[in-house]
């Protein structure tokens, strides 16, 4: 098409002829990008939240018989790398850079205004979408997105680092770090849309997800048979909340009853007969922040159990889901030049389910325990749309096996080694041995930009553009002795670790269940040393034997964070989250009034009124038909906590859901027809964060109901948004079924807020806990 330096192409020159007359010329219509002759179509598909030592295919006790017939079908790789988080690894994935290099040393609740850790993807590092779609590729995304600013994700934009503004032509799916999955915050490209059924007609998002991604995937190819596709499939699983239908929880009822540390063994057992680690691996031993099982009442026993039986009912549904895309991409007329390529999360199993797990991640995160006794209480409703449930850290280590640590923890093979299978039907012959070259992230688009015949210009829009960190590994597919890297730093919250040439150098600094500044500071990091080649687990650490060597390592980590813009180091939690953030172009961070109009949906908590805290009033102007009129008028929030403003039967109701215990107003009477005027008033005590408040509703000035809370949220409602006229995902109270559009007009919702008075401690506080919420989501 041109010059292959520079994209997109320049319009192609007139190929025909132009006389005076029609008569006297030649039409000739202008080439488009084509793909490169023979250019697979390509999936890459990319599980959340996953252990080495999770799925049946890697030696897991999760059965997981569609990744076991893909594999079967192509190769298993046993020395792939991710970041050890969510958004970095995303990051890392989507532009062939090493993630600092791509804004996204963190994540975005805690980005600053250090170039690394914006967390605002730089047009110096176009995504691999980018490049395949100007050479001819159709471009999709579906599932999760977490690369796109939070702050940047209202009407208000900017959309350019959104997947439509980052090279893909259709986007599916959620803007944060988890999802519920009965109730999905879903975009379509950049509008706001909801499902069209609810879980009572069985409702998921990856069942939904499954059924889109496919529908295009056939459609295009019956348009355009030679056109081939890149697909992005990134499901919210296996991230909490994990819900999932009781049928598939009931499959796993006692399967986990033998405890972690047996789970570790039979797995590790199970990794050496299937060659998935060599035969003088070792497997690591169990750290003081895991509890022996037998030291367990049986009550825990109970409950971490249904927790991870949960989890692993999640995974089969997962699995059997991905199985339906994989079967229908085998219809496709061109199957055999399809190349897929399975990332099996992009970090280790999560601790962030804390000592205990839990069934409601933000009640818990706002520091609302519940006992054991009140967990299993529930624990009928567990998986449910009621609940959003996360395992104990205890099943995170036995999901790791062999290695130490868990997602977060980049300095550990726990956080950052995750299973891959690849098949290409045309290319790929099938190997029961894994291949075992040492491959990052970084090195996807590479080998996506080879497979497709395609290089990657060294500019894109204009913009020069930073080289890739990354090195294709497609004679792997051929290759069994392909050696892949020799380097690779990692780097996540000061947790960090260099590999070269066969050895490993880690600092492990933070932990992810305590976000806080580790005490003694980096210069006080112990730095331990394994020798991969020989120590497949990083089970022995050869710090004090060879410290020569180490002082080596940790120099040439120096370089490599030197050269990939890896500093400064930071490991602050809660003053990170204070860092204020960019707002949205021409809002006012300041204001304490605010007007909207029907329509406004999907507003990020982030972006809305902070109605927490302090004193506020919420007035409608609407119009209704009496008894005919039903509807939400203003909502934020969902099933974990949240407010709803709304009109039911022509009676006007407000409710306060406190972590599922819930305050209700209701009107004497139905709204007069024509033109009302609803209010409630939140008049907050004060002295302190998360005091209570007295409630009025009103109608025309006029009181009709009041109420009292003793304790209001203090920190973040969840993961749900903030809309007027509709309470889009979850329901904030079971009084109704979303969205519960209005039925009749709303012309304007007044808001305004009284003063914040916070104490630095109360800040602190409030930040502490929206800091762990993040981390839970990501």
């Not at 039409?27 to 084509?34: F, L, S």
Request: aromatic share 12%.
């Amino acid at each position: 098409m041109g010059d292959e330096t520079a994209l997109p192409y320049p319009p192609a020159p007139f190929e025909g002829v132009i006389g005076k007359t029609y008569q006297e010329s030649t039409a000739a219509w202008p080439r488009i990008p084509t793909a490169p002759e023979g250019a697979p179509n390509i999936v890459v598909i990319l599980l959340d939240d996953v252990g080495f030592g999770q799925t049946s295919t890697f030696g897991g006790l999760i059965p997981t018989p569609h990744l076991d017939k893909l594999a079967s079908e192509g190769l298993r790789y046993n020395r792939f790398h991710t970041t050890a988080v969510c958004g970095p690894s995303r990051a890392a994935l989507l532009t062939g850079r090493n993630h600092h290099d791509a804004g996204n040393g963190f994540l975005m609740e805690w980005a600053t205004g250090f170039p690394s850790y914006t967390t605002m993807i730089p047009k110096t590092t176009a995504t691999v979408a980018e490049v395949l779609k100007d050479n001819g590729y159709s471009t999709w995304w579906y599932g999760k997105n977490h690369n796109t600013p939070d702050w940047e994700t209202s009407v208000a934009g900017p959309f350019d680092r959104w997947p439509t503004g980052m090279g893909f032509e259709y986007f599916y799916g959620f803007n944060a770090g988890e999802t519920h999955q009965y109730y999905p915050v879903l975009f379509e490209n950049t509008t706001p849309v909801e499902p069209d059924r609810g879980p009572e007609e069985g409702y998921h998002f990856m069942s939904d997800m499954t059924d889109r991604a496919i529908s295009r995937m056939r459609y295009a190819k019956s348009v355009a048979p030679n056109k081939p596709f890149f697909l992005y499939f990134a499901p919210g699983a296996m991230h909490a909340p994990h819900h999932v239908a009781k049928e598939w929880r009931d499959k796993f009822a006692g399967s986990f009853d033998m405890g972690w540390e047996q789970y570790r063994e039979t797995v590790f057992e199970n990794q050496k007969r299937m060659g998935i680690v060599p035969e003088d691996a070792q497997l690591t031993t169990r750290p003081d922040w895991v509890p022996e099982w037998d030291s367990l009442s049986d009550k825990q026993k109970q409950v971490y159990c249904a927790l991870f039986e949960n989890y692993a009912g999640y995974f089969a549904f997962t699995d059997h889901e991905v199985g339906r895309l994989l079967d229908a991409i085998k219809e496709l007329p061109d199957a055999d030049n399809t190349l897929v390529l399975y990332i099996v999360g992009d970090n280790g199993a999560s601790s962030e389910g804390g000592p205990d797990g839990t069934l409601d991640e933000i009640k818990n995160l706002n520091g609302i325990t519940p006992t054991i006794d009140e967990i299993i209480a529930d624990l009928d409703k567990l998986g449910g749309p009621e609940t959003e449930p996360h395992y104990p850290v205890g099943w995170a280590w036995a999901g790791n096996t062999p290695f130490q640590w868990v997602k977060q923890v980049a300095s550990h093979l726990g956080g950052s080694r995750n299973p891959m299978v690849v098949t290409w039907p045309a290319r790929i012959a099938h190997d029961p041995a894994p291949r075992a070259p040492f491959l990052h992230l970084v090195d996807i688009a590479p080998t996506l930009y080879e497979a497709a015949g395609v290089t990657m210009p060294s500019i894109v829009n204009g913009i020069e553009q930073l080289p890739l960190a990354g090195a294709s590994f497609l004679s792997s597919f051929t290759d069994p002795a392909f050696e892949g890297r020799t380097n690779q730093y990692f780097e996540i919250l000061s947790n960090r670790s260099i590999y070269d040439d066969g050895w490993k150098a880690n600092a492990q600094h933070t932990k992810p269940w305590e976000q806080q500044i580790a005490p003694g500071g980096w210069e006080n990091d112990r730095w331990e040393l394994y020798h991969l080649d020989a120590d497949f687990s990083e089970a022995s650490d050869l710090a004090d034997a060879m410290p020569e060597k180490l002082a080596e390592m940790k120099a040439k980590f120096d370089v490599a964070a030197e050269k990939y813009h890896v500093y400064p180091l930071d490991d602050r939690g809660v003053a990170r989250l204070l860092t204020p953030k960019p707002a949205a172009p021409g809002s006012d961070p300041a204001a304490t009034s605010f007007t909207f109009y029907e329509g406004a949906t999907r507003l990020p908590e982030t972006a809305a009124p902070s109605m927490k805290n302090r004193s506020y009033t919420i007035t409608a102007r609407i119009h209704t038909r009496g008894t005919a009129t039903n509807g939400v008028i203003v909502a934020l929030g969902g099933v974990a906590g949240g407010i709803s403003l709304y009109v039911k039967d022509g009676v006007p109701a407000f409710d306060y859901n406190y972590y599922g215990d819930h305050t209700t107003l209701l009107g004497t009477e139905p709204l007069a027809e024509g033109a009302a005027l609803v209010a409630i008033g939140f008049d907050y005590d004060g002295g302190g964060i998360g005091k209570g408040a007295g409630l009025t509703l009103t109608v025309d000035g006029a009181v009709v109901a009041t109420g009292r809370l003793e304790k209001s949220v203090f920190a973040r409602f969840g993961v749900d948004t903030f809309g007027i006229g509709e309470d889009t995902g979850q329901p904030v109270t079971a009084d109704y079924r979303p969205p519960f559009r209005f039925t009749d007009r709303i012309d304007r919702v007044d808001i305004e807020l009284g003063p914040l008075d916070l104490s630095p401690e109360d800040h602190a506080t409030v930040h502490d806990t929206e800091v762990k919420a993040a981390a839970r989501r990501e």
